[in-house]
C-alpha cells in the first residue's frame, strides 16, 4: 500500500505565495512522475506540473513563470512552489505519482489541499 500526503495549502491574498509539498510512503520500489493536479469548483481536474525521476518539468502554460515544481528522491518528496497567485489559481490542489509497489504500477493521489487566492 502507498499513500500521498499533502500539506500548505490555505488562503493568500491575490500576488502572495504558497508552497504545497507532498511525501510518499509505504512499500516503494521507486516512483516514476510526481505532479501536481488542480480541480476549480464546476472544471474539470487539470494538471498543473508534472516531473519526471530524472527532474524533466512540464509545466500547464497558465503558471509558467509562476510556478515551479522540485523533487528530491531521496526523501520521496515533491513540491509546489507558487508565486504571483492569481485568483484563478483557486482550487483543490492534488498531488500525483506513478509510484512502483510490489511489482505493479499504482497510480497514486493525494487528498487533496485547498488554495484560495482572495482579497
Known amino acids: 500500500q502507498v499513500q500521498l500526503v499533502e500539506s500548505g495549502g490555505g488562503l493568500v491574498q491575490p500576488g502572495g505565495s504558497l508552497r504545497l509539498s507532498c511525501t510518499a510512503s509505504?512499500?516503494?520500489?521507486?516512483?516514476?512522475?510526481m505532479g501536481w493536479y488542480r480541480q476549480a469548483p464546476g472544471k474539470q481536474r487539470e494538471l498543473v506540473a508534472d516531473?519526471?525521476?530524472?527532474?524533466?518539468?512540464t509545466y500547464a502554460d497558465s503558471v509558467k513563470g509562476r510556478f515551479t515544481i522540485a523533487r528530491d528522491n531521496a526523501k520521496r518528496t515533491v513540491s509546489l512552489q507558487m508565486n504571483s497567485l492569481k485568483p484563478e489559481d483557486t482550487a483543490v490542489y492534488y498531488c500525483?505519482?506513478?509510484?512502483?509497489?510490489?511489482?505493479?504500477?499504482?497510480?497514486?493521489w493525494g487528498q487533496g489541499t485547498q488554495v484560495t487566492v482572495s482579497s
Open positions: 500525483h505519482a506513478n509510484i512502483v509497489s510490489r511489482g505493479f504500477l499504482v497510480d497514486s
Open positions: 509505504g512499500i516503494i520500489f521507486s516512483i516514476n512522475d
Open positions: 516531473i519526471t525521476s530524472s527532474g524533466l518539468t
